[in-house]
Structure formats: structure tokens, C-alpha cells
């Protein structure tokens, strides 16, 4: 007759490592580690209870497929919550994959294929695989090139963003193709997103900065007006000269009045 069947079983899953403690532990012979982790050799099992009862520990089997199986005394529960704890990490640090899947008929309409596009560029830029369908109909299996046609101008469309990962397949009365995103986005949806740019980002932003590269030629313009100083100050002597060539007018007046 088994165990009597106990409510926390159901929320045990089945695939879950089971770890006996204490009394649960039925062998003659254990290799017994103390609570500082120093082996205290081969013990039977009922002198290692009473050890880790008489600390207020739990005696836990960690090894048991060692011969004789390997016990620690320890605070179980403590343990279970540093496991639990190094599991979440590794499952935190872990990549999963997912496949998204859209599905296309070969006679597809023009808006209809836009917007199924769309969405294979949505799953791309989100770092998911994209399985690509093609379903044939009745007669259509006759062309199965157009189902390729449709399958390799969509990865024409978005060459950008996927890689083929399979190529077209017939696969019954359906076509399939693998499509994984690129390693790094393109330069437009890496600034959108705030990564640094790309040598070629870098090249298109030199020519803006050239004007300011030109900044130092226009020196020798500004040093020209004070070089042709004199040259200015030569229309304001001509006035001058202008009123000492009046002079001999006035004299011919003078002697003209005289004269009469």
C-alpha cells in the first residue's frame, strides 16, 4: 500500500525533483555533512536524525544516488528558497525563442498583403521568428511557383530586418518559410531607439559640419579694409583740392568788377 495521499500533492508537479528529509530518508547508511559542511564519515541513519534534530536543523539528502547517500544538516527551508532563487536567475537571464506565424493564400490582395507585412515587421523588430505560410486551395496546387514568388518578394520587401532561416518548403498543401530578424536593425530603427550611430550615420552628419571648417579663410577678408586705409582717406582730400581750383575764379571776378 502506498502513502496515504496528501492535499500539497496537488500542488506538487510532476517533473519536480523530489528531496527527502528527516524521517523520510529510509536507508541504513548515510555519509553524514555537518552544518559547517565538514564530513563526519559514514553514520547510520538514525544517529544522523537525532545529530540534526539535536541543532534544530533538518537532515537533507543531496546525493541520492551516491552509496551510501550523501546527508547535510542544514535549515531546509532556507536551502529551498536559495534554490528557488538561483533558478528564477538562470530562467531570468535565459533567451527564448518565439515563432510567430502568418499565414497568405497565392492570390492575396494588395492591401491584404501590406498589412500581413506589417505585422512580419512588427514580430521581426521584437526579435521573434516569423514562420511564413502560403495555402494552396483546390487547383492551386497546380502553381506551386507562385506560392514561391510571393514567399521571396515578401523577403525582398524586408530584407532589412529578416534573414531566411529555411527556404520555401512545400509541405502537403501548404508552403512554409523560416524568416529570423538580422543581428543588429537597421541605422533608422537604431536611432529611433537610442543606439549609438553607425559609421554610415557618422559619414552623412560629416557634411554639416564642414561650413564651420571654412570659418578661419574669411580672416584675411576682414584684415583687407585695414590695408586700404589710404585709399579711403584720398576721396576726402579731393574736396580740397576741388576748393583751391575755385580760387582763381573768384580772382578773374574780381578783376572783372575792377575793370567796369
Given amino acids: 500500500m502506498g502513502r496515504p495521499f496528501s492535499p500539497r500533492d496537488r500542488f506538487r508537479r510532476d517533473n519536480e525533483p523530489r528531496t527527502r528529509i528527516n524521517d523520510k530518508i529510509r536507508v541504513r547508511e548515510v555519509r553524514l555533512i555537518d552544518e559547517n559542511g565538514q564530513q563526519l564519515g559514514i ?36 536551502y529551498r528558497y536559495e534554490q528557488e532563487l538561483k533558478a528564477k536567475a538562470a530562467r531570468k537571464h535565459q533567451s527564448q525563442i518565439v515563432i ?21 515587421l512588427r514580430f521581426l ?27 521571396m518578394r515578401l523577403f525582398e520587401d524586408i530584407k532589412e530586418y529578416a534573414v531566411i532561416e529555411s527556404p520555401p518548403n512545400l509541405d502537403g498543401r501548404n508552403m512554409i518559410m523560416m524568416l529570423a530578424p538580422t543581428k543588429e536593425l537597421p541605422v533608422k530603427d537604431a536611432a529611433a531607439k537610442g543606439a549609438p550611430a553607425t559609421d554610415a550615420a557618422a559619414d552623412e552628419a560629416a557634411p554639416a559640419e564642414a561650413p564651420a571648417a571654412k570659418k578661419p579663410a574669411k580672416a584675411p577678408a576682414e584684415e583687407q579694409p585695414a590695408e586700404e586705409q589710404p585709399a579711403e582717406d584720398e576721396p576726402a582730400k579731393a574736396p580740397a583740392a576741388k576748393k583751391t581750383a575755385k580760387a582763381p575764379a573768384a580772382d578773374t571776378a574780381a578783376a572783372e568788377k575792377t575793370a567796369k
Fill in 100 to 120: 510567430k506565424e502568418i499565414k497568405f493564400r497565392p492570390k492575396v490582395g494588395v492591401h491584404d498583403y501590406e498589412t500581413k507585412k506589417g505585422h512580419v
Fill in 43 to 78: 553514520k547510520p541513519i538514525r544517529f544522523a536524525q537525532d545529530y540534526a534534530n539535536e541543532r534544530g536543523l533538518d537532515l537533507v539528502e543531496v546525493a541520492p544516488q551516491a552509496e551510501p547517500p550523501v546527508c547535510r544538516v542544514m535549515n531546509f527551508s532556507k
Fill in 125 to 151: 523588430k521584437a526579435r521573434d521568428k516569423v514562420k511564413v505560410t502560403i495555402m494552396f486551395r483546390g487547383r492551386e496546387m497546380v502553381h506551386p511557383e507562385r506560392g514561391e514568388a510571393l514567399l
